[in-house]
């Protein structure tokens, strides 16, 4: 079992953490939203009811003075509207009230040392009533020609009131925020982990050696294209291994009978008695066995070569056309001996970019598999067609063909349809006509044809 990361090891722990961040942002920008959309408002009202008495009061006051002034003040305060809220007052220039409902006022913030024109929140209480308490006022300080200071405000017990039901209500949600918060960040973090443990769990079987084990694949999201790239790369990955164990096990195949043979003949060459003659054929025939192991060893180097694309700085301008020509001339007395009946046919010029030698190699062992494997009295037949630039050179015979299921493990190396490997050769032809191709940048394609097989060379278009 995959251990449990750490928090900093963790980015399913870290996301997490970030998307818990994340919530508690966008909460708390949104409790401020609601608390400067609630209690900001009636601020502002008050602030605006305060802002137009005191215009009032000061127009009195210039209109006709401090009689003016008192009568206003007294108007204000008994016309029935806030008469629960508001609170007005005339102080003289020896700090005595009047005029107004002001009341005890908070030591700290007398009126003289408040700003005129600014507002301000202090605590005092109304007069009047039998025991007036000191509540929260926001109010203003007007300062007279004569001295005296004039004062507006409003108590705040409604918005204070408003303001604790306000505050309450985002606590509250504040808290259940928090925990959603947590326990959606835990739940985010436990599915997140546990897609990636599956990935890593399918992982660790197959570092144990189950190539065979896939990641299984849930839904259409990011995780499910995951999960189906690396089961494509198993698949490749699994594929590549059973080419290595094919590869290993047929070169060992390939290479025992003939040292095998070798081994033999330089016992026989061992013993006294051995006929000189004999003794030259043994050796001779065990130079042609070890010459079979290098031209091995040399194909597969050159399949090697030919991926790692070495060859590819030697290009130039072609006529692919003259080559098929060519190659087809020389085969022919080939196919003759095997009453085959070898035929060109095609465009007169198919201009390609390539490795003349290279080509002439590929289309060869093309033939020469046509010949060995086409029907004896037959034929094959060798075609070139461009095709908006791009060009087709097809050999195709019309012998027995190739079961569907060998079809495409044709161009693997040391495959053989043949598996008794009673025929010449050792199943490296095809691989490489297919790198030879795939460095000139084309496509081979096999395919079955009733009767007989085609194997055809696609080259781009020149640029």
């Known amino acids: 079992m995959a251990p449990r990361l750490s928090l900093r090891g963790s980015i399913a722990a870290r996301l997490a953490v970030g998307y818990g961040v994340l919530v508690a942002a966008a909460m708390a920008a949104l409790s401020a939203i609601v608390y400067f959309g609630t209690v900001g408002v009636f601020e502002r009202s008050i602030d605006n009811t305060i802002l137009g008495a005191q215009a009032r009061l000061t127009d009195a006051w ?25 609170m007005l007052g005339l102080v003289g220039a020896g ?16 009126p003289a040392d408040i700003a005129a024109g600014r507002l301000v929140t202090v605590r005092m209480a109304r007069r009047g009533g039998p025991a007036p308490v000191p509540v929260s006022v926001r109010l203003a300080v007007v300062g007279l020609e004569d001295g005296s200071r004039l004062v507006v405000g409003r108590d705040l017990v409604d918005v204070d009131a408003i303001r604790s039901v306000v505050e309450h209500a985002l606590l509250v949600s504040a808290a259940v925020s928090i925990l959603l918060a947590f326990f959606g960040a835990q739940l985010f973090r436990g599915r997140l982990e546990a897609r990636i443990g599956e990935i890593r769990r399918t992982t660790a079987r197959i570092a144990a ?31 590549l291994m059973e080419g290595v164990r094919h590869v290993s096990n047929s070169i060992a195949h390939d290479l025992r009978t003939p040292l095998g043979r070798v081994r033999n003949r330089l016992d026989r060459a061992l013993q006294a008695s051995v006929d000189p003659d004999a003794l030259v054929a043994d050796a001779r025939m065990a130079i042609e066995d070890i010459d079979g192991v290098i031209s091995l060893f040399d194909k597969l180097l050159q399949i090697a070569a030919l991926e790692a ?19 087809s001339e020389l085969y022919e007395a080939a196919a003759e001996e095997h009453g085959v009946t070898l035929r060109y046919t095609g465009a007169p010029e198919a201009m390609v970019r390539g490795d003349r030698d290279l080509l002439a190699n ?31 050179l097809a050999v195709r015979d019309y012998g027995p063909g190739v079961p569907a299921g060998d079809m495409d493990k044709l161009t693997r190396r040391f495959y053989r349809v043949d598996q008794s490997r009673n025929l010449p050769g050792n199943g490296l032809g095809l691989s490489i006509v297919a790198a030879i191709v795939q460095l000139h940048g084309g496509t081979l394609d096999l395919r079955a044809i009733a ?12 640029r």
């Open 209 to 239: 050696g189950e190539l065979s084990s896939r990641i299984e694949v849930h839904g259409r999201d990011e995780f499910a294209h995951l999960g189906q790239d690396i089961n494509r790369m198993l698949d490749r990955i699994e594929a």
């Open 309 to 327: 694309g070495v060859r590819a700085g030697s290009f130039e301008t072609l006529d692919l056309a003259a080559i098929a020509q060519d190659m």
């Open 62 to 86: 210039r209109a006709g003075g401090r009689p003016a002034l008192v009568g206003e003040i007294d108007a204000q305060l008994h016309d029935l509207n806030d008469t629960d809220t508001e």
């Open 451 to 462: 009767p007989g097989f085609e194997a055809s060379m696609h080259f781009p278009a020149q």
């Open 362 to 392: 590929a289309l060869a062992s093309l033939i020469d598999n046509a010949i060995k494997y086409g029907r004896s009295g037959g034929r094959v037949d060798v075609s070139v067609i461009v095709q908006e630039g791009a060009t087709v």
């Open 95 to 110: 700090g005595r009230l009047v005029a107004g409902n002001l009341g005890s006022w908070d030591p700290a913030t007398p």
